[in-house]
């Protein structure tokens, strides 16, 4: 069984309604003022079951022209169209702006009704086939059967079905995949039951007892109890049904025309960018313009901003930015419709080529490329790695799959069958935990970033053999916020340095190759710190103090730091709390306290340590400090009660 549903089309009281009365048994029209004024003002719905079997959703929408925003929430969703033209009138102002719709709402596939067929002769039946004939050669419709009927007579009915069963068979059912997605069109309560929601399935499924959302908004989600498809009840709907869905939780007051029911929380939208094309040669789109916007059910008045085109005409595709008085729900290749502010006339339609889109402020050339290339991507059938490397486009940072996952409605797996191929034009970084994607352009700025900020620190520190860790340039190129920016930023280092360009030094990262540039003078100063440093022994210089004395010896203040610097980047001191120890002692002392902690689980005083040394305090107190930074020991308590334990990486030591 296939779920399609078929829309009708065409001017007023060119008699769709009787026709879908003749087809189906049903009246569409089931309002009062309908009644009264015979015309359809809200959309009437039905289903047509065919001679083979098959039954399709039937949508009537209205042909007057005040009621063309009627007719865009119904067009949208529909499988295939009934443009329905009247025998003795022809093709009228609101037949084109009904064909304008279809064609920018997508439907392709359509039957042209010829009703009242009883009230003119053959040969001006004749006639009026061969001119809608050629009148829809330009259009989505061309070639299109077009059959002639009387709704009062049921001429032609049964040839009608006939068309209709041929040309579902030729359609391809909207995908299962994706977010269950409908729009609202219609809301009542049932006595007994609750709330109702009827609209058309545009994607994915629903089944009972699942879990829905009421968007855009921030409601309570809602559960399917029931749902009945022409009529009948079913476990399950599908894109492509009409549905009629009773929700659980649901508070009337909380729905306004434009919502949606959505299997998931979609994010909301009020600026997204689009492709326009304009309906006639009369209508133009300046840099700035305001419209009314219409998108299924939703309405609001919008701007839009021009970003490729001085003079928008007729025909060439508008790349804009949109930007709405109120917030929408809209996914890629979403179908729109834009009137002038004043709402009485059709400007043009187009489709979203980004739901959640960086702020354009300007027109440049690189915008209006990017847009370009994603409005061929979406129109064209490019591969969803080309979403993809777009969406990795908009921000310099690298990003997890499950953040594109979102971004672009994907499924998780379906994502993770793209990564493992081979034509991925962006860059993947994979660690045991995650996987990392790039844009192949920002990854090798990053790249370029980082041998800069090494190379600054080798020109501006000659002396230095390293340079920075992966924390800090982690920090230097704004990827030290998470986790997962370390990460990456840990892997790319390692690529580049299995392609040469940095190498490790203890624990920091140079430019491959990098050798320290020191002179004769310098290697005597050096030398000559680091013995005044092993000259004062237990006595624990300040770094004041090594200034002082270096300053005495015609050593700059200025340098002193760096070669301090340098010496402890060598092993040759240790600095702790603005204090130098030579590493002479540290090694020593360390090897003579991790000695009386290594039998004894009970741990040891600080005046142990402190008479078997015969140290000082203070000397006493720095040299466990710099143990406890090296965590190969703890203390517990304070003062004279101070105990001292070895840890698991103390007892490593050798």
């Excluded at 979203?352 to 290339?373: F, G, Q």
């Excluded at 015969?614 to 406890?628: D, P, Q, S």
Aim: proline letters at 3%.
């Amino acid at each position: 069984m296939k779920h399609l549903i078929m829309g009708t089309a065409g001017h007023v009281d060119h008699g769709k309604t009787a026709l879908i009365k003749a087809l189906t048994g049903k009246d569409c029209d089931t309002h009062k003022e309908e009644k009264q004024r015979g015309i359809t003002i809200n959309l009437g719905f039905s289903y047509l079951n065919l001679p083979g079997g098959e039954s399709v959703g039937v949508i009537d929408v209205p042909g007057h022209k005040d009621f063309i925003i009627t007719m865009v929430g119904g067009a949208c969703g529909i499988d295939f169209v009934m443009l329905v033209i009247a025998a003795d009138s022809g093709i009228m102002p609101q037949t084109i702006e009904h064909i304008n719709i279809i064609n920018s709402l997508g439907v392709k596939k359509g039957i042209v009704a010829l009703t009242k067929a009883d009230l003119v002769d053959e040969e001006l039946l004749e006639i009026a086939k061969m001119e809608i004939s050629e009148f829809l050669e330009k259009t989505s419709l061309e070639n299109a059967p077009v059959i002639a009927v009387s709704s009062i007579t049921g001429k032609g009915i049964d040839e009608l079905k006939s068309e209709i069963e041929k040309l579902i068979s030729n359609i391809e059912e909207k995908e299962e995949s994706g977010n269950f997605r409908m729009y609202i069109d219609r809301i009542f309560t049932v006595k007994g039951f609750g709330s109702v929601v009827t609209g058309s399935v545009m994607s994915g499924t629903v089944a009972t007892e699942q879990e829905v959302f009421l968007l855009p908004g921030n409601h309570q989600k809602l559960r399917v109890r029931s749902i009945e498809r022409h009529g009948k009840h079913v476990d399950k709907v599908f894109a492509g049904d009409r549905a009629a869905i009773n929700l659980i939780g649901l508070n009337v007051e909380d729905f306004k025309r434009g919502m949606i029911i959505s299997d998931k929380n979609l994010k909301e939208t009020s600026m997204f960018d689009a492709s326009i094309t304009l309906f006639d040669n009369t209508a133009i789109l300046p840099l700035w313009s305001q419209v009314t916007f219409h998108s299924g059910t939703f309405e609001s008045l919008a701007k839009v901003h021009n970003l490729n085109l001085d003079i928008s005409e007729q025909g060439k595709e508008i790349i804009a930015q949109i930007h709405l008085d109120r917030p929408a729900i809209l996914l890629n290749k979403d179908k729109f419709i834009i009137r002038n502010s004043s709402g009485d006339k059709t400007l043009g339609g187009g489709y979203v080529i980004d739901p959640s889109p960086l702020h354009h402020k300007k027109r440049t050339v690189v915008v209006a490329e990017n847009l370009n290339l994603l409005s061929e991507t979406l129109t064209k059938g490019g591969n969803t790695g080309d979403l993809i490397r777009i969406e990795l486009k908009k921000e310099f940072r690298p990003f997890l799959p499950d953040e594109i996952a979102e971004r672009l409605h994907l499924k998780t797996d379906d994502l993770k069958v793209i990564l493992n191929g081979d034509d991925n034009n962006f860059a993947i970084y994979r660690s045991a935990e995650n996987n990392f994607l790039v844009d192949h352009d920002f990854n090798d700025k990053f790249i370029q970033k980082i041998i800069k900020i090494i190379a600054d620190y080798h020109k501006e520190f000659p002396l230095f053999p390293g340079a920075y860790d992966t924390n800090e340039l982690a920090g230097k190129l704004n990827l030290s916020k998470n986790k997962n920016d370390k990460v990456y930023l840990g892997l790319l280092l390692l690529e580049m340095e299995q392609k040469g360009l940095v190498e490790k030094y203890k624990s920091t990262w140079i430019i491959k190759g990098h050798k320290p540039t020191i002179d004769a003078r310098s290697k005597e100063e050096i030398a000559w710190i680091e013995n005044a440093i092993l000259e004062f022994g237990t006595q624990l210089p300040v770094i004041a103090d090594v200034e002082e004395k270096a300053v005495e010896n015609k050593i700059p203040k200025h340098k002193v730091k760096v070669y301090l610097t340098l010496l402890a980047m060598d092993g040759k001191i240790t600095t702790f709390q603005n204090e130098c120890i030579h590493s002479n002692l540290t090694n020593e002392y360390r090897k003579v306290l991790l000695g009386m902690l290594a039998n004894n689980e009970n741990g040891i005083s600080i005046n142990e340590f402190k008479d078997r040394i015969n140290g000082t305090k203070r000397f006493c107190a720095v040299l466990l400090g710099i143990f406890e930074n090296e965590k190969i020991i703890k203390t517990i308590g304070t003062g004279v009660d101070t105990k001292i334990f070895i840890t698991p990486s103390g007892k490593n030591i050798k």
